[in-house]
């Protein structure tokens, strides 16, 4: 079992920067991707960024250029970095884990103010 804890979620106006957290625990051995989901109310859960555990990374479309994932393997972390934040990204982030299934976290929320 693998149990994904995530933080850093608020408040923020356009144009600002946020920065998630996301702790793995437990059998964080079995992990080999990591992610960060998005829901905003009424939409379908959005796939948001995505890293290996080579580094190997991928992004939405709608936050290519602003958000960067990073990931500390020894730590068992993964981090979103969020710049030129828009009111359009205010959603529930959640985290993904693969580890021979999926896990997923609890959701932080996002506000971005316009």
């Known amino acids: 079992q693998v149990r994904l804890v995530e933080s850093g979620g608020g408040l923020v106006q356009a144009g600002g920067s946020l920065r998630l957290s996301c702790a793995a625990s437990?059998?964080?051995?079995?992990?080999?991707?990591m992610a960060w989901y998005r829901q905003a109310p009424g939409n379908q859960r959005e796939f948001v960024a995505s890293?290996?555990?080579?580094?190997?990374?991928a992004y939405g479309f709608s936050v290519k250029g602003r958000f960067t994932i990073s990931r500390d393997n020894a730590k068992n972390t993964v981090d979103l970095q969020m710049s030129s934040l828009k009111p359009e990204d205010t959603a529930v982030y959640y985290c993904?884990?693969?580890?021979?299934?999926?896990?997923w976290g609890q959701g932080t929320q996002v506000t971005v103010s316009s």
């Open positions: 993904w884990s693969y580890g021979y299934r999926d896990y």
């Open positions: 437990g059998s964080t051995t079995v992990i080999s991707a």
């Open positions: 890293i290996n555990r080579s580094g190997t990374t």
